[in-house]
């Protein structure tokens, strides 16, 4: 598999770079570094580094979901901008240079513990989505940052650019096309609705990608972590809890789709924590929380559009020789995602906004 061959090919290099003396020297370390494979995601590699000081997650970034130059610095700045939130991975050491090793490189905070399990974490996420959501940022800190004029409209036109990939692919299945097609044009009408966002702006530095295994829970300690920031973008908080709750996300590392309590339940608890950090800081004062709701709703749609989106244009890459990195499960899923009936449910059974 393609994924082995890319572990095995990189493993001897990695392990060579790490025990270098300009690499240690950067991270403090002394004596022998050990290397193992930890975890893999669409467009990373995720290694363990186990060193006299401790472990950490050496990050080797293959592509970009965000089709940027610089993939692995725009998420070593994201972390260090979000750092002071204390639910996210301190970065340590970036190497972008892509000379040694033919990707980005990047080392951060290793976090034990096990992903998010939705019957007994919601009000935790809940409480590290508000610890994140609050942090306030000068201009200058968060200019790098991805950023649009419609979180509606950008949804839009990435879900557009992602389906044109699959409305072109040859052995797309015709009716998902004429499904998928009507949809977009719904979309289209529907993005408009942003104007009543826009009117109250409520802005934060949010994930894009929060799916269970992108938490990290240590149940010893209590803590509740948001652990992989490749895409985030300087927007509606809305989106991401929106995000957290609709069944494309549940479902992609569980069998689980929540009740309508456990939603209430989840944006009660996140709620409760915003108006506690809304009563420390008077930058927050002007948040449009008693509109929360309606703003999730609203997200659903365009939520669901983009998850599904991706799904189409993954798709397009799985059956096709060549791409860097693959996942069966991700696949199923994938496949799972632009069934008729699949799309069907979650447009037009009342998932998403209507």
């Not at 709703?297 to 983009?306: A, H, I, S, V």
């Amino acid at each position: 598999m393609a994924k082995n061959i890319l572990q095995e090919r990189l493993l001897g290099n990695l392990k060579a770079y790490i025990n270098r003396q300009d690499f240690g020297s950067k991270l403090s370390l002394s004596g022998q570094v050990g290397l193992k494979f930890l975890a893999q995601g669409e467009y990373n590699l995720n290694y363990l580094l186990e060193t006299n000081l401790g472990s950490y997650v050496l990050r080797v970034n293959t592509a970009s979901q965000m089709n940027l130059k610089n993939q692995i610095a725009y998420e070593y700045q994201a972390l260090r901008l979000l750092s002071r939130s204390g639910v996210t991975p301190r970065p340590y050491y970036l190497d972008d240079r892509q000379e040694e090793i033919p990707y980005g490189l990047l080392v951060m905070e290793y976090l034990p513990g096990e992903p998010l399990h939705y019957n007994l974490d919601l009000a935790k996420a809940a409480k590290t989505f508000a610890k994140i959501h609050s942090l306030r940022f000068t201009a200058s800190e968060k200019d790098f940052l991805v950023k649009g004029t419609g979180p509606f409209s950008n949804i839009f036109l990435e879900a557009s650019e992602l389906l044109q990939k699959y409305f072109e692919f040859p052995q797309a299945d015709s009716q998902v096309k004429n499904i998928l097609e009507k949809i977009l044009l719904k979309a289209e009408e529907k993005k408009k609705d942003e104007k009543y966002l826009l009117k109250e702006p409520w802005s934060a530095v949010i994930n894009t990608e929060v799916n269970s295994h992108n938490f990290i829970v240590n149940r010893k300690k209590g803590s509740c972590h948001l652990i992989d920031w490749e895409k985030p973008i300087l927007g509606e908080p809305a989106q991401d809890l929106s995000m957290f709750l609709i069944a494309t996300t549940t479902l992609w590392k569980s069998e689980k789709i929540l009740s309508l309590q456990e939603e209430e339940d989840f944006i009660r608890k996140y709620l409760q924590k915003m108006k506690i950090e809304m009563s420390k800081s008077e930058e927050l004062s002007g948040i449009p929380i008693n509109t929360l709701r309606e703003r999730i709703t609203m997200f659903k749609f365009f939520n669901y559009l983009r998850a599904i989106s991706w799904c189409a244009m993954a798709w397009t890459e799985y059956v096709q020789p060549g791409r860097v990195l693959q996942n069966p499960d991700t696949f199923e899923k994938i496949k799972m995602y632009i069934e008729p009936a699949f799309i069907q449910r979650c447009f037009y059974s009342g998932l998403a906004a209507s």
